[in-house]
């Protein structure tokens, strides 16, 4: 279970930058709602791996990359949606 909290987040925002780099880059934003998808399945497994770390007992955990975890959320979001809102603009706006 603890793989799945720490890597699963990770290769689903992978997959959300995947997916909304695909919708851009072949005009379908049939790829907009999975990727927007990844990402908030993504973001909620972080709860689960802090809630883990609680029940580890290791708090020094916690505090040693909650920076790191509020970072790459901020990240994680705002690169999907740059990506995603570009591949719907691309669209809506074609040459």
Partial sequence: MDDLSTIGP????????ALGLAALMTRRT????PSLGCCA???SLVPL???????????SAIQDTAHAFA???AALVL???ALNAAAWLRTRYKE
């Fill in 71 to 73: 970072l790459s959320a």
């Fill in 79 to 81: 690169g999907t949606l």
């Fill in 30 to 33: 049939g790829l907009c709602a």
């Fill in 49 to 59: 791996h802090v809630y883990l770390e609680v029940e580890a007992g290791d708090l």
């Fill in 10 to 17: 990770l290769a689903l925002g992978l997959l959300a930058w």
């Fill in 41 to 43: 399945v993504a973001l």
